[in-house]
């Protein structure tokens, strides 16, 4: 029988869509075949390479033009993958684009100050943010609560880059938070799009309370 061959265009796809759309189909083959994977950039041919080899399979990969290249991952049998990893190989992807993912079994609090993730260009800090924001979504165990407060609840509002991925968390029972007085400051309190509004002391709580805070 012909090896099974899934091709997948991920170009134009920031990162990390490529490897995790690669890593579901990996999981739908059920045995032993190929992922072709389609980028255009090498720090997506780097993080594929790295998901395939740490998976136990195969990887070659090769340049097809100036921004092209073609990234084949192989399993020689099938794949072997956490339960929430193979759930989300084998449903429907909702319109939000989120993969329903395990139950959060950790006190982990997100914590977002800022629509820019990281210092120095601001254009690159929205676009890091809300590649961030998907991430969480495809996480194999999900945060407990996210809290945005200062300029990251901007976040949580109307015209955000980032609100059909906060949606889906919420969906999947994360709480999502934002600062009532920050909502306030700057004008945005009725442009609310998900999740609740909170104040500081329910803040330090969740703060003081976790097992993890991590802040983008």
């Known amino acids: ?6 091709t997948i265009d991920a170009r134009g796809e920031a990162c990390p869509i ?3 759309r690669t890593l579901k189909a990996l999981a739908a083959l059920g045995g032993p075949g190929s992922v ?3 980028v255009d950039n090498q720090i997506a041919v780097q993080n594929l390479t ?3 080899e740490g998976k136990g399979c195969t990887v070659t990969s090769e340049r097809l033009g100036e921004k092209e290249w073609r990234v084949t991952v192989t399993a020689s049998a099938a794949l072997a993958v956490s339960d929430a990893e193979a759930e989300s190989a084998t449903c429907e992807v909702p319109a939000t684009g ?13 914590a ?5 993730m990281g210092t120095g260009d601001d254009v690159l800090g929205r676009k890091l943010m809300g590649s961030f924001v998907y991430s969480l979504t495809q996480l194999e165990e999900l945060p407990a609560c996210v809290l945005l407060y200062n300029g990251g609840a901007h976040l949580s509002c109307e015209g955000s880059a980032a609100l059909e991925d906060l949606r889906g968390l919420a969906g999947a029972g994360v709480e999502i938070l934002t600062c009532g007085t920050c909502l306030d400051h700057y004008g945005i309190a ?26 983008p």
């Open 50 to 52: 790295r998901m395939g």
């Open 36 to 38: 072709e994977t389609l």
């Open 112 to 116: 977002i100050t800022s629509e820019c």
């Open 190 to 215: 009725d442009t609310l799009a998900v999740g609740e509004v909170t104040n500081m002391y329910v803040i330090a709580q969740r703060l003081t309370g976790a097992s993890l805070v991590v802040r």
């Open 18 to 20: 490529p490897v995790v």
């Open 98 to 110: 989120v993969v329903p993912a395990a139950p959060a079994r950790k006190n982990v609090v997100v």
């Open 1 to 6: 029988m012909a090896e099974t061959v899934l």
